[in-house]
């Protein structure tokens, strides 16, 4: 089993930018498709994006492309999610996730969950 660390998480103003990092452990780190998701009190988790094993592909929710990426580096065993311009929306616990890596599967199918998580780290924003 793939264990997961976030960090990064903290106050920025709105319109500026954080980098969250995930920190994997546990397994083989390129077997495995990579994602992020947030959740806030009362709502039920959101997807935010997902990258392939490789890195080669991702996939970003509609409503946050633009201002949301992706990316990871297989060598040092972490994924990253570069945020820009945040919005007084963007405040939550930002997961990372993992999902054993299969032959054809499209990164869409993880909008609806992965099969590991980290505990999160909180991501706040200041008008």
């Known amino acids: 089993q793939v264990q997961l660390v976030e960090s990064g998480g903290g106050l920025v103003q709105a319109g500026g930018s954080l980098r969250l990092s995930c920190a994997a452990s546990g397994r083989t780190f390129s077997n495995y498709d990579m994602g992020w998701f947030r959740q806030t009190p009362g709502k039920e988790r959101e997807f935010v994006t997902a990258?392939?094993?490789?890195?080669?592909?991702?996939y970003v929710a509609n409503s946050l492309k633009g201002r949301f990426t992706i990316s990871r580096d297989n060598a040092k065993n972490t994924v990253y999610l570069q945020m820009n311009n945040l919005q007084p929306q963007d405040p939550a616990v930002y997961y990372c996730?993992?999902?054993?890596?299969?032959?054809?599967?499209?990164?869409?199918?993880?909008?609806?969950?992965?099969?590991?998580w980290g505990k999160g780290t909180l991501v706040t924003v200041s008008s």
């Open positions: 990258i392939s094993w490789s890195g080669g592909s991702t």
């Open positions: 996730a993992a999902a054993s890596s299969s032959s054809g599967t499209s990164l869409a199918v993880y909008s609806t969950g992965m099969a590991y």
